[in-house]
């Protein structure tokens, strides 16, 4: 286990559905982030959080809505997504975001739109 | 792009035998990382090697950094079954986040 846990593990969504994601790490870290990581295509920075404020949005699309309540916690707010925005969902966290250092990854949340 | 590019993108061995992949950037940066991920799971690091380093071990793992050419490889040896997985590396500047490639599968057949 690597202290990073995120459920659901899987979900299937309709379109109108509101869902979220959830992410907790319990290593003491600073910086979490969300990745997307869709079949054939290299895995896709989506958010950037450090010291609870969001420093990085890689031009993702306003139904994905990231909230960072704690250091320990983010989640993933999804609302009228599309099918093609079914993949593996990754939480990852690192001790401090320009660092050196790791990053420590979740088991990811598969999701399916339907 | 800070992004690492692996190659081959697939690779299938037998069992025992060393497996090598290679990862290709093009900025300067201040370390790369290797990662491993299993199938439909989450990524685990496995090594970082600094700028200053040229070689790096861990257990069946042997990491070499080439910053003139800009080039890393990753060598299992006596590999195992339990090794098939994808393989990634992110090589990381000083300030950038890591960025992905689209990686090596790697298969090791019992």
């Known amino acids: 286990e690597t202290g990073v846990t995120q459920t659901p593990r899987h979900l299937v969504m309709g379109m109108t559905n509101k869902k979220s994601l959830k992410c907790e790490q319990h290593l003491g870290h600073n910086a979490m982030y969300w990745y997307k990581q869709s079949a054939k295509k290299p895995l896709e920075l989506m958010f950037v959080?450090?010291?609870?404020?969001?420093?990085e949005n890689n031009s993702v699309p306003s139904r994905f809505s990231p909230e960072c309540p704690n250091s320990s916690h983010l989640f993933l707010h999804l609302h009228t997504l599309q099918p093609e925005d079914s993949a593996l969902y990754l939480c990852a966290s690192s001790q401090v975001r320009t660092g050196p250092d790791e990053q420590f990854f979740g088991p990811g949340t598969r999701l399916t739109v339907l | 792009s800070q992004q690492g590019e692996e190659d081959p993108q697939a690779l299938s061995i037998q069992e025992g035998e060393n497996a090598t992949m290679n990862c290709s950037y093009k900025?300067?940066?201040?370390?790369l990382q290797w990662y491993r991920q299993n199938s439909g799971r989450g990524l685990v690091h496995l090594i970082l090697i600094r700028s200053n380093e040229r070689e790096k071990h861990s257990g069946r793992l042997r990491v070499t950094l080439d910053t003139s050419k800009k080039s890393s490889s990753l060598l299992i040896t006596a590999s195992r079954a339990a090794d098939t997985a994808s393989y990634f590396c992110?090589?990381?500047?000083?300030?950038?986040?890591?960025?992905f490639g689209k990686g090596t599968k790697l298969s090791v057949k019992p």
């Open positions: 900025t300067s940066i201040n370390n």
């Open positions: 959080y450090s010291l609870e404020e969001r420093v």
């Open positions: 992110a090589p990381r500047g000083s300030q950038g986040n890591l960025i």
